[in-house]
């Protein structure tokens, strides 16, 4: 059995996003439940979350851009940058508590004693940009950790999957010219217009040329035809570029029964991605693997697809 942790604090469902926002607190308390009943609980190494320091953020985003967000949240907005980013009063401290949760995370799996890890944090990261906050995002969570791994841990190469349904558009701008860090994307495309970038011909510039890889699938298509894109490109290119450290954004909205996609992924998909990353991770970086949930607003689906990404990351 592997030394798998699990990132999780109540204190993360203190970001509250209002009515009919699909980015909930009720999707942490879905995943913690869904792990919970499996009797995987005992079998993780439960971790709380911390306070980043504000020098790791910086690393990514403009220090103007994280003072206007704490600024946004201490005088009572509730909308930051874009209609989709509604927020409270804690969703500031959440975020920081989200990305010092996951370095912590990067720590322990680096320091060996952890194995992998999965981290169940909210808000969600993927979409944030340098200065601005999109999608539902406002902190980079796994931007700031691959920079964190390259600046505390000297890792020289790191490979990011996305195999959220909306493409990660703010970790693809943030490392386009860096060949130091592998981004790949699948996800639907067009995706209910949002983000709008992710097409086949964005793969990097100057010197991060051949570092990007996007695979866009079309709405309706699924499981084999998810398959044989994973097959043709992430496979082949990792076994090219052999990253050091495997972060994961791992996002559960192109399940078949989540209202936010096109797409037509079955449960057993995802259970296939994870155990081909963990043979990626196994391959190259001595198995070290950091996945980090982005979007999946099934809360019916969640809790199974939650068990099933720990028991594999687990050795099941």
Not at 12 to 40: D, F, K
Not at 208 to 236: C, F, H, R, W
Not at 272 to 287: E, F, R, V
Request: net charge negative; charged share 20%.
């Amino acid at each position: 059995m592997r030394r798998t942790g699990f990132l999780f604090d109540e204190r993360y469902l203190l970001h509250e996003t209002g009515s009919y926002h699909p980015e909930v607190p009720e999707r942490l308390n879905a995943i913690y439940a869904g792990i919970s009943q499996a009797g995987l609980l005992e079998k993780l190494t439960l971790i709380k979350a911390r306070r980043a320091e504000l020098k790791w953020i910086e690393t990514v985003h403009d220090r103007n851009y994280i003072n206007r967000f704490n600024q946004a949240c201490t005088s009572g907005q509730k909308v930051f940058d874009h209609p989709d980013n509604q927020m409270c009063g804690h969703t500031y401290e959440t975020a920081l508590l989200a990305v010092g949760g996951i370095l912590d995370a990067v720590d322990k799996v680096m320091n060996g004693t952890l194995d992998n890890i999965f981290c169940a944090v909210r808000p969600p990261g993927h979409h944030a940009e340098t200065s601005a906050a999109m999608g539902f995002c406002y902190f980079n969570n796994v931007a700031i950790a691959a920079r964190y791994l390259q600046n505390r841990w000297n890792i020289k190469k790191v490979g990011i999957i996305d195999f959220d349904v909306h493409h990660g558009n703010g970790t693809q701008h943030i490392f386009e010219q860096d060949p130091s860090v592998f981004y790949y994307s699948i996800h639907q495309h067009p995706s209910f217009a949002y983000p709008g970038t992710g097409r086949e011909f964005e793969y990097g510039k100057g010197a991060g040329q051949g570092y990007t890889k996007n695979s866009p699938m079309l709405p309706g298509q699924g499981d084999e035809e998810y398959k044989a894109q994973i097959k043709n490109t992430l496979l082949v290119d990792f076994e090219k570029f052999e990253p050091e450290v495997i972060l994961v954004s791992a996002g559960f909205d192109a399940h078949v029964d989540d209202d936010m996609s096109d797409i037509n992924l079955s449960t057993q998909w995802f259970t296939w991605m994870i155990k081909n990353i963990m043979k990626m991770a196994d391959s190259y970086c001595n198995g070290r693997l950091i996945s980090v949930l982005e979007g999946g607003y099934s809360l019916k689906r969640l809790p199974e697809l939650a068990r099933n990404h720990v028991e594999v990351l687990l050795g099941g």
